[in-house]
């Protein structure tokens, strides 16, 4: 095998077969030393470690990492008026984040809370043209070709019902 010594992000690579980690550029392999894959895998998992009821009403919203002197803390947000239920159930999320990941990943929870914010639609089954906002609708009726207008107009059904 022969050493490279052009490689802007490394310094000496061999040339062949590489772990992902050594191709990943240099500002990544500090995000995710930083442990970033650790709020990752909470949101992937958070329906397990908080439970079905809580999993409804809140969600984390950032993972600060220690470093010698501070702690490690969960940023959670909180739906307004279920405050209490997460208070009281705090330690043993922390439990169940700490037994998943093997080691004591979370020493501190922060609470925020947030409005729900409920969405009403109204529904007009005989119109599409009624789904997209006026401003866009002309410039979908200017369309020519009548796919594209078609396409256009099932698109903006789709963003209007997310």
């Known amino acids: ?47 397990l470690i908080v439970g079905e009821k809580l999993f409804e009403v809140c969600y984390p919203k ?38 998943f990941f093997g080691y004591t990943v979370v020493e501190k929870i922060k609470f925020t809370s947030f409005n729900k914010i409920k969405n009403y639609s109204f529904k007009n089954k005989n119109s599409k043209e009624s789904v997209a906002k006026n401003k866009y609708q002309k410039k979908i009726n200017d369309v020519k070709n009548d796919k594209i207008k078609k396409s256009l107009q099932e698109l903006t059904k789709v963003f209007r019902e997310k």
């Open 1 to 47: 095998m022969q050493l490279k010594n052009n490689t802007k992000q490394r310094s000496g690579t061999i040339q062949g077969l590489r772990s992902l980690k050594d191709t990943l550029p240099k500002n990544i392999k500090k995000i995710i030393n930083k442990r970033g894959h650790i709020y990752s895998e909470t949101l992937n998992n958070w329906k």
């Open 62 to 99: 950032s993972f600060k990492s220690s470093n010698k002197f501070g702690v490690n803390s969960l940023i959670i947000m909180v739906e307004r008026g279920h405050e209490v239920d997460l208070e009281y159930s705090k330690k043993e999320i922390i439990d169940k984040m700490n037994s």
